[in-house]
């Protein structure tokens, strides 16, 4: 007979150790969950030190500075264009985590378009007022303020495409492009517009636009990433996380603040991205696509072009990001481990920045002074 | 918050006891914030939907009866707001373009300028 009692007993006290292990468990989630709500971190603004130089609408136009407040001017600018329905803070995310940081500590006049957040009048906003407004602008801008008659620009997702399409417009005034995740052939699987078109949906009223609401969007965004579009499932990933310490708690939480603020959307942009560069029309491919009344030439584009795709991405398909190949021949094509997100503000970001980097330090083209 | 140690091993039943007041202490910590800081109930709400978003609610659709529909005369109004908001922009152009206008005339006489006749001497 053991001395420890009987093996009803045992198995009862075995129970209720596990039991108490388990309460345990879970109340330390929830102190650390109180911490995370109630310690000051950097959420929902830029990490690095700007200044406004231009406002347009809700558009501001930011120029990072230095650590003594001063604009950086040794190497030639750089203009970070952003998804206008997306907060712009994702590639200035957090101190030591900033893609635009890293590139201005490279030494370049950096400046970010934060295109803001659309009223109610912005839903008649198209593909013209976004490429031949406010991003000639802020190009005119910056080359004004800098003295220069080309500068960079990197495009992000679907910033990505405003900028190819403002530099198959204005190419004298670009000096080198980076496309980051951005889709180019419309049919590829994959991505909001591809299933919207599987889904038979018509997309957005271009006649009559709405302001498309941010939780609409976002619910679009949710569709692609499996297991986020259910509140039990968002509640169950974040039960789990809660194991992590305070501190990458807080870093998921700045992610958080970005991934889960995304902006409304102009209807009729939202229409014509559709109706043009969407499944079947695919005019970016097809070289059928107009901004305004103007047909964009692809073949305008000389100047050297980098496009970073994500193996990962479910936004922007990375064979959709790829075929930049087809219509800019000469471009550059760099495919990274990761998400969409992942490769622009992820753990594993430093290979973009530092291609990125290398890639607008090189050769010195027409235009730049 | 960290567990009271004690020097002797405690029963399972005074462990127990301790969770249950450590559990009273949580609670009473997250119903401190939550009348004390008004923020707090925004992301404990949005923690609740699986969202650590901070700074404001976790985007959700309105009730579609809160959305009033829009009379002719509020999208006449919207489409005469986007379009100073478009002037606006041209406006900048404009600007610029003077700028730059003004840049070359300043740099064309400097060019252009004949050199002066030289004095007879």
Redesign the interface.
């Known amino acids: 007979m053991n001395d420890a009692g009987p093996e009803p007993e045992r198995d009862q006290?075995r129970e209720?150790?596990a039991l108490?292990e388990l309460?345990?468990r879970g109340?330390a989630k929830?102190?650390r969950?109180?911490e995370?709500?109630?310690t000051p971190?950097h959420?929902?603004t830029g990490a690095t030190p700007a200044a406004v130089v231009?406002r347009?609408?809700k558009l501001k136009l930011l120029r990072l500075l230095d650590e003594t407040g001063q604009p950086r001017d040794g190497r030639p600018p750089v203009l970070f264009v952003p998804a206008p329905v997306s907060r712009y803070f994702i590639i200035d995310l957090l101190p030591g985590r900033s893609f635009a940081g890293y590139v201005a500590a490279a030494g370049f006049d950096v400046y970010i378009a934060d295109f803001g957040t659309p009223g109610?009048?912005?839903?008649?906003?198209d593909l013209e007022?976004y490429v031949e407004?406010?991003v000639r602008?802020c190009v005119?801008?910056i080359c004004?303020l800098t003295r220069n008659e080309a500068i960079n620009v990197v495009g992000y997702c679907l910033g990505g495409t405003l900028s190819l399409l403002y530099s198959a417009l204005h190419p004298e005034t670009v000096r080198r492009l980076v496309l980051l995740t951005t889709s180019v052939d419309g049919d590829v699987e994959g991505g909001i517009p591809w299933v919207a078109h599987r889904m038979g949906l018509a997309g957005e009223d271009y006649d009559n636009p709405r302001l498309v609401?941010?939780?609409?969007v976002?619910?679009w965004f949710e569709m692609l990433a499996p297991g986020s579009n259910s509140?039990l499932?968002?509640?169950?990933?974040?039960w789990d996380r809660l194991d992590d310490a305070p501190d990458r708690?807080r870093e998921?939480?700045t992610m958080?603040?970005w991934v889960?603020?995304?902006v409304a959307a102009p209807g009729r942009l939202l229409a014509e991205l559709y109706r043009k560069l969407g499944p079947g029309a695919n005019g970016l491919m097809k070289r059928t696509v107009t901004v305004g009344a103007q047909r964009v030439d692809f073949a305008e584009i000389a100047m050297p072009v980098l496009s970073v795709s994500a193996e990962k991405d479910t936004i922007a398909p990375a064979a959709g990001v790829d075929a930049v190949r087809s219509i800019v021949p000469h471009a550059e094509i760099l495919r990274l481990p990761g998400g969409h997100v992942g490769i622009v503000a992820g753990r594993s970001a430093a290979a973009l920045w530092k291609r990125t980097v290398e890639f607008l330090g090189g050769g010195v083209s027409p235009g730049e002074t | 918050m960290a567990d009271d140690k004690t020097t002797t091993d405690p029963s399972l039943i005074e462990r127990w006891l301790t969770e249950q007041q450590q559990w009273q202490r949580t609670f009473l910590t997250y119903m401190d914030s939550m009348v004390k800081n008004d923020d707090f109930l925004v992301h404990l709400g949005n923690a609740l939907r699986g969202s650590l978003l901070a700074g404001k609610a976790y985007p959700t659709q309105p009730p579609p009866s809160a959305s009033a529909p829009e009379t002719p005369s509020d999208d006449r109004l919207d489409q005469i707001l986007f379009a100073l908001r478009r002037l606006e922009g041209e406006v900048h152009d404009l600007k610029l373009t003077l700028d730059e206008l003004k840049g070359e005339r300043k740099q064309v006489p400097k060019k252009t300028r004949p050199p002066k006749p030289r004095e007879p001497q």
């Open positions: 006290e209720l150790e108490l309460s345990r109340r929830l102190e969950l109180h995370v709500l109630t971190g959420y929902g231009y347009e609408n109610r009048e912005d839903r008649f906003a007022y407004g406010l602008r005119r801008t004004a609401p941010a939780a609409e976002k619910s509140t499932g968002r509640v169950s990933d974040l708690l998921v939480r958080a603040s889960d603020d995304v």
